[in-house]
């Protein structure tokens, strides 16, 4: 569009406007300012042009470019390189073209250094305050301001600007490389391979060749002391390279042999006409020198740099030495000095991407009752022992397998099938180990499994199908070792999935309580219920309490739920108290794992206070499998749990294996007989005489009998005549919802007979 107001001159003088300078050193080749001018005005161009003819900004000569509408700006930003200023029209084929070129330059071509004088030959067609703060821009101008002096002052700060920002973009890439360097130096492993990228980055520095390079180390050399045989080459490049790992008196070459000398023993840089020898100090006297030959002599700027260099690639060399201890920390084990579980994983990992695997069995295994070791006489005679263990694995797998701790008393071998197997791993543990003045004997569970049957899909799962082979060792008992196999695996597979979908039905209340009656045997009198915990899952089956309940206890997961047990059942107690039922007792099932648990007691006291029930209508039922804790520990928690008032009884007796005199000592109030027993009363005279001593057994002990799992009317009877107290079974009612409990309840209530619970 043609523009009505064109530049002015005559407005103000040109004395502070510097010319076409003669002081300018016509030797020197100064590059151009390059200024992109934008118009639709041709008469603008030219204007612009004779305004600018024979400027030069801080020193450089301006070279300027041309576009005519918004869409050429555009193109010629793209194609041309380092513009420093876009003198940009606003109003070009629409009134708002500059200002979308704006957003273009910054969003689209991410020139955010390029600098934007927008002109506009329309005052207050855009406002200027909105202009300014909403683009990206460095200066707003009409175009009748821009006089020959305002151009260039404006053209003058618009390029400072520029030079400004491009230094910071250079400073930025300099640290981002110097970065990078020293990054890709603290990454490599060990002194050699550091080395070598110094060699690398000093020709790249100088712009030669890495040939006729030599890095040497001197380690623990004192200054002015430095005995020859004392260093060594580390790295070498070029005609040099067959001197790598050789001592400095095997270099034939003289001039080399001394530089790298001086510079060892003076500690500093040595610079010659057509060579140069670096020295790095490095951490606690393990210095290192490089010496290269230069075809051509350096140059000053070549000398400050590489002394710049020096003092950087110094503290690289103390960032390897660092990275060196890191790596060992985190992967080896400080005790034993074995690989730790990280180590272990990455050897599994760099074999399997390899094929280097096959034929290979890989053990995990730990030490028996090591816990218990630990605990009686102290981690420093643990410690011993496992140090001890380690030296008898070096002594035996050390030469072909590959070993790890993976954590505590757990560890791992690799190696071929030949050598590792079953017999060879116990073989170990068959003489006594003597450490710290002690003999002692120890056992290990043992877990194997062979690559090339197990096909692991990666190293995680390969020492997991080790893991699946440990458990089955560890339930077979002490000093027992097994294989993973197919069977298995897909039994761990079914163990976990059922966990997931424990976790799951936990979390959706896909868990529910039944009740099934205890009925007093003389009277038929319903005296208690036992809340029992169910699982439907997604599907709508039934999944068996046999099959969960282990996988709750073994995963933890039996705290949560057995605490919302104890919570379900107490409210349902309150229900029955409201609808007259307030003579019942409720049995709860509770596991060892809840019973080690520190929170189980203040969870408990917590409920029955929140509660308006009796301690005494809780009854807690545990198994003698609770005799692991010891039977000291279990008397003191159990007295704990009377001393609320709450009923104690063992659940299925006869099936676990503790003795009379540990039964005698639990305070507890009821045996209950396992159904086993029961379901054989029916004709096999054997079990009949268990029960006949159970009974008695139980009475004498001060406790009440509980005969469970009863179905037909002749075990009751048999029950009956041997003086049993309580029964429950399908005889008298299946485990019922609650709603269905009510109405039986309601159909077997006696109120001529009621049942009284003992006082607290």
């Known amino acids: 569009m043609s523009e009505s107001t064109f530049l002015q001159f005559e407005d103000e003088p040109d004395a502070d406007v510097p010319q076409v300078a003669a002081a300018l050193d016509d030797e020197v080749a100064y590059s151009p300012w390059r200024v992109l001018v934008t118009d639709d005005d041709q008469d603008v161009h030219e204007t612009t042009e004779f305004a600018l003819l024979g400027l030069h900004i801080l020193g450089q000569p301006l070279e300027l470019l041309h576009a005519y509408s918004a869409e050429e700006c555009i193109q010629v930003l793209k194609t041309q390189k380092n513009i420093a200023v876009v003198l940009l029209d606003v109003v070009m084929e629409t009134e708002d073209a500059g200002l979308k070129v704006v957003e273009r330059i910054r969003n689209e071509l991410g020139l955010h250094q390029l600098r934007i004088v927008l002109r506009t030959g329309q005052p207050g067609q855009t406002p200027e305050f909105e202009t300014i703060s909403q683009y990206d821009i460095n200066d707003y101008k009409t175009k009748s301001e821009l006089t020959r002096g305002k151009l260039f002052a404006t ?5 400072r600007s520029y030079d400004q920002l ?72 070029g005609n040099c390279r067959h001197w790598m790992d050789s001592t400095l008196d095997e270099i034939e070459d003289a001039h080399i042999v001394e530089s790298l000398n001086q510079a060892l023993k003076e500690q500093k840089t040595l610079v010659h006409r057509q060579s140069v020898t670096l020295y790095f100090a490095g951490n606690a006297g393990s210095n290192f020198a490089a010496h290269i030959a230069a075809d051509i002599p350096l140059r000053e700027v070549d000398r400050r740099l590489l002394e710049v260099f020096c003092t950087n690639i110094s503290l690289c060399a103390n960032n390897v030495a660092l990275f060196n201890r890191l790596h060992e920390l985190a ?240 409210e349902t107690l309150t229900q029955l108290s409201q609808a007259g039922f307030d003579d019942i007792q409720m049995g709860v099932n509770v596991s060892v794992v809840q019973l080690e648990h520190p929170e189980f007691m203040p969870e408990i006291k917590r409920i029955l206070a ?91 002990l001060g406790m009440k009998v509980v005969a469970e799992g009863v179905e037909t009317a002749t075990q009751l009877a048999a029950l009956k005549e041997m003086g049993c107290d309580e029964v429950q079974g399908y005889y008298y009612g299946k485990p019922m919802l609650y709603n269905d409990l009510l109405l039986w309840l309601q159909e077997h209530r006696h109120p001529q007979t009621q049942q009284q619970l003992p006082a607290n």
Not at 168 to 177: A, D, F, I
Not at 384 to 393: E, I, T, W
């Open 155 to 159: 053209l003058t700060t618009a390029m």
């Open 166 to 237: 491009n230094r910071l973009e250079l400073s930025r890439q300099g640290l981002e490389k110097i970065i990078q360097a020293s990054t890709r130096f603290i990454a490599d492993q060990g002194m050699q391979s550091f080395a070598e990228g110094v060699i690398t980055q000093i020709a790249g520095l100088l712009g030669i060749a890495p040939e006729g390079v030599v890095c040497a180390s001197a380690e623990h050399a004192d200054a002015g002391s430095l005995q020859r045989n004392t260093v060594t080459v580390i790295a070498a490049a």
């Open 331 to 570: 992967y080896t084990d400080s005790l034993v000095r074995l690989p730790n579980r990280f180590a272990s994983l990455e050897t599994l990992r760099n074999r399997m991407e390899t094929g280097a695997l096959e034929g290979q069995v890989l053990v995990k295994f730990d030490i028996d009752q090591f816990a218990q070791a630990n605990e009686t006489l102290g981690h420093a005679y643990g410690d011993s022992l496992l140090q001890a263990l380690v030296g008898r694995l070096n002594a035996q797998f050390g030469k072909t397998c590959a070993l790890g701790r993976l954590g505590g008393n757990t560890f791992s071998i690799l190696g071929p099938h030949r050598d590792v197997t079953a017999e060879s791993v116990l073989s170990v543990f068959d003489a006594p180990f003597e450490t710290a003045n002690m003999t002692r004997r120890l056992s290990a569970s043992i877990g194997l499994v062979r690559f090339d049957e197990a096909m692991p899909r990666s190293a995680e799962e390969f020492l997991e199908f080790a893991l699946v082979g440990l458990k089955r060792a560890k339930s077979q008992g002490l000093g027992r070792a097994a294989w993973f196999t197919r069977e298995l695996g897909n039994d761990a597979k079914e163990r976990s999935s059922l966990l997931q979908g424990l976790h799951k039905a936990v979390d959706m209340s896909h868990l529910f309580l039944v009740f099934q009656p205890k009925v007093e045997v003389q009277s038929e009198r319903v005296i208690g219920l036992e809340a029992l915990l169910r699982w439907r899952d997604e599907s709508g089956n039934m999944v068996s309490p046999d099959r969960f309940i282990p996988v709750a206890e073994q995963s933890g997961l039996i705290v949560a739920m057995g605490l919302w047990v104890l919570q379900s059942a107490i």
């Open 610 to 700: 929140n509660s308006s029930i009796k301690a005494n209508q809780l009854e807690l039922e545990i198994t003698e499998s609770i005799a692991i804790l010891g039977v000291d520990r279990v008397v003191a928690l159990l007295e704990a749990i009377g001393a609320l008032g709450i009923g104690l009884a063992i659940d299925d007796f006869g099936t676990g294996f503790s003795s009379l005199s540990y039964i005698d000592r639990l305070p507890a109030d009821r045996i209950k007989i396992d159904r086993s027993f029961i379901k054989k009363l029916d004709g096999d005279p054997r079990a009949a005489r268990l029960a006949r001593l159970i009974i008695p057994m139980g009475h004498q």
